[in-house]
T-cell receptor, first 115, second 111 residues
């Protein structure tokens, strides 16, 4: 158990819909990262938040957005869903203090299926 | 961050040592080598990391060559539960940016 929690575990929805994925980082971790893993692709970084502010963006579509709340939990919003958005979505957290090793701890993921 | 090259797949007999190689010939002086693994559809799990000295923890050992252009992750006594995809990642330790996961090595431990 990494200490990172994600809900829901599974999500099935239809094209065109909007969903929200939730992540609670490990206690004390300030950074939250979102990754997408499709069947035909490896882990792709989407976006990072640090202490409530966006810090880095990766291959995140404009239809996707995220935020980190004052209690440091994060939500990933996916809208106008397409079949190709079906994937595993992982959240990771890290302490992100200068001088620390900054290894990331991953949650169990949310499996999104778009029908 | 430096690019890494790993074999696509490997097999290892249960109880034997699994040695997973990684080439990172363009590594720079302040970049660490990290190893993660992903057991089928689970979240990636941190294994170990190092800069230039060999490292050992309860899960594995990391051997880094003197020129730091390659490294080997060693699972001393592989079990069936070690079957997973293993990712070698090189990045600056204090960077707060994302990890770039390549294709990794799919390790199959055979009974």
């Amino acid at each position: 158990d990494s200490g990172v929690t994600q809900t829901p575990k599974h999500l099935i929805t239809a094209t065109g819909q909007r969903v929200t994925l939730r992540c609670s980082p490990r206690s004390g971790d300030l950074s939250v990262y979102w990754y997408q893993q499709s069947l035909d692709q490896g882990l792709q970084f989407l976006i990072q938040y640090y202490n409530g502010e966006e810090r880095a963006k990766g291959n995140i579509l404009e239809r996707f957005s995220a935020q980190q709340f004052p209690d440091l939990h994060s939500e990933l919003n996916l809208s106008s869903l397409e079949l190709g958005d079906s994937a595993l979505y992982f959240c990771a957290s890290s302490v992100d203090r200068r001088g620390s090793y900054n290894e990331q701890f991953f949650g169990p993921g949310t499996r999104l299926t778009v029908l | 961050d430096a690019k890494t090259t790993q074999p696509t797949s490997m097999d290892c007999a249960e109880g034997r040592a699994a040695n997973l190689p990684c080439n990172h010939s363009t590594i720079s002086g302040n970049e660490y080598v990290y190893w993660y693994r992903q057991i089928h559809s689970q979240g990636p799990q941190y294994i170990i990391h190092g800069l230039k000295n060999n490292e050992t923890n309860e899960m594995a050992s990391l051997i880094i060559t003197e020129d730091r252009k390659s490294s080997t992750l060693i699972l001393p006594h592989a079990t069936l539960r070690d079957t997973a995809v293993y990712y070698c990642i090189v990045r600056v330790a204090v960077s707060s940016n994302q990890f770039y996961f390549g294709t990794g090595t799919s390790l199959t431990v055979i009974p």
